[in-house]
């Protein structure tokens, strides 16, 4: 069955460039997405079909995907980006999470 | 302003069935296709399955295939989870989502996610 891994975590000062990979079997051949989920609620989609912003994203969160890998990244790292990210692609009619990401702003 | 607001979550036995429902406001609802994602208590999401704007197509995570239906009433604006045979590994918040673009397009895109209800399979 299809995977997408992702490392478990991730620490970025402020105000620096946060990036999260995600990584699966010709990954780049599907369209990727990336969730952002704060504790204690439900999840945002903040990237779709690779590099795409769903309205009210800050400009700030951006997308990749090539070969293996997608990249999440957020330029000017604010606290409030302090989350766990999940990216998400779809194989066979069926979406597949990665793991997830702790990013931790410190 | 797009509300979903799901309900039906419960502790339930193994082996036993449960129906989860979802209601929605604020867009077409007839118009979007329709999702269940479901997250166990402290780790992460899993998607559990799809249904096209007239209830005419799903498709479902082989984790759940053959034992959860989804369906839809758009008349009533509600989204539905039949689930049976219930197991342990099925304990989880199951969340309600909307995909991003009206009509039937693949890939879909989970847009926005409602608050989620519990349920809880045990002895």
């Known amino acids: 069955s299809y995977e997408l891994t992702q490392p478990p975590s991730v620490s970025v000062s402020p105000g620096q460039t946060a990036s999260i990979t995600c990584s699966g079997d010709?990954?780049?051949?599907?369209?990727a997405c990336w969730f952002q989920q704060k504790p204690g609620q439900s999840p945002v989609l903040v990237i779709y079909?690779?590099?795409k912003r769903p309205s009210g994203i800050p400009e700030r969160f951006s997308g990749s995907n090539s070969g293996n890998t997608a990249t999440l990244t957020i330029s000017g790292t604010q606290s409030m980006d302090e989350a766990d990210y999940y990216c998400?692609?779809?194989?066979?009619?069926?979406?597949?999470f990665g793991g997830g990401t702790k990013l931790t702003v410190l | 302003e797009v509300q979903l607001v799901e309900s039906g979550g419960g502790l339930v036995q193994p082996g036993g069935s449960l129906r989860l429902s979802c209601s929605a406001s604020?867009?077409?609802?007839?118009?979007?296709?329709m999702h269940w994602v479901r997250q166990a208590p402290g780790k992460g999401l899993e998607y559990v399955s799809t249904?096209?704007?007239?209830?005419?197509?799903?498709y479902y995570a082989d984790s759940v295939k053959g034992r959860f239906t989804m369906s839809r009433g758009n008349s009533k604006n509600t989204l539905y989870l039949q689930m049976s045979s219930l197991r342990a590994e099925d304990t989880a918040v199951y969340y309600c989502?909307?995909?991003?673009?009206?009509?039937?397009?693949?890939?879909?895109?989970?847009?926005?996610w409602g608050q989620g209800t519990l349920v809880t399979v045990s002895s």
């Open positions: 989502v909307k995909d991003l673009r009206s009509g039937t397009y693949f890939p879909y895109y989970f847009d926005y």
């Open positions: 604020g867009f077409i609802f007839s118009s979007y296709a």
């Open positions: 249904i096209s704007t007239n209830g005419g197509t799903t």
């Open positions: 010709k990954l780049g051949d599907k369209y």
């Open positions: 079909q690779d590099n």
């Open positions: 998400q692609a779809w194989d066979s009619s069926a979406a597949i």
